[in-house]
């Protein structure tokens, strides 16, 4: 059998519909889609098949080891069944490092049962090209890499990484605008900093501002792209960074986070419940909404918020907020008696 790996499971049923000339027969192996086709089938991935932390304990992020470990669980055991009928894997990921990455995780969980298929995989098309291992080892590093930084930015949110820093101080670094909104740290378009945003930038830029510079991050890349075309090892690439995050970061670490990081997220408290009430964006509008109860107030869709600390509106309760340096105003614009327009 003929085995396409896809990103996706919409790719690997339009691929499935092409080669079937119609509609794929539709086929679940572990309660994932497997749609095949004469002489094969397709499977989407949904992502990397594998993750890496960084291992929990005390010490420097730099000196703590990584671990990885398998993430798609069903997908995993949907191609382990299918390993005994495939004859050889064709990769249709995306082609660039991280969709290499993705093929050969595959083809290593087939090979776990059928460790021929390590030397049949190969790129989809004609004629098919081997999977690029130097340039999947170069995907791996910068998860690596990203993984450590993530551990030293911790205190400040979840799922940061390298580029983290950069996209907050408006640098290069788009990538890690999406883990930046999630933890409130940014907002608008194009992305700017909330006061969390601003505080935690001003901690880096005070105890680590290595972290914050360019420099940092085009030189972690020159040793990716060394990695890609086999001038080094992905262990050696590892290694250079931990060095530099050992350097660029106190052995105390970058401390807790500052005392008014969790009020820099929080504009205030919920007229209703007490509840933390915080701003949330979406489809080009904003509002501040109530953790706790839901309570919601919109938002203007442009302009800096800051809170007034400890502050309320004294008609009715709502929190009072800045916008772009103004005077303090009542959040809501439409029920309050006091409201101004």
Known sequence: MR????????AART???SLASGKADMVRRHGVEMPSFPGGAAIGLGGALHEVAVAAGRGHPADRPLVWSLRRRAVARALRAAAPTVDAMEAATADDAAGELRALQAVAV???????????ARR???PGRPLDEPRAESAA???EIDALWGCALAPFGAGLGLLAPLALAGEDGQAAVHALA????VWGEPARPSQAGALVLERLQARAPTLVSTATADRVGEWLGSVADGTIDRSRAVARARDLLRRAVPDGGLGPPPADLAE?????????????MRPR?????????CAACRLAYPLPPRGALLAVPGAACPACGAPLLRLDGGPPRCVDRTGCPDAEG
Do not use: M, N
Not at 3 to 10: E, H, M
Not at 110 to 120: D, F, I, T
Not at 182 to 185: D, F, I, N, T
Not at 264 to 276: D, I, Q, S, V
């Open 182 to 185: 999630a933890e409130g740290l």
């Open 281 to 289: 964006a979406g489809g080009g509008r904003r509002e501040l909404r």
């Open 141 to 143: 590093a910068a998860e």
């Open 110 to 120: 087939l090979g776990e049962v059928e460790p021929r298929l390590w030397r049949s």
């Open 15 to 17: 691929i499935a519909d």
């Open 124 to 126: 989809a098309g004609t």
């Open 3 to 10: 085995l396409i790996v896809t990103d996706s499971a919409t």
């Open 264 to 276: 820099g997220r929080t504009l205030g408290a919920c007229p209703e419940c007490r509840g933390p």
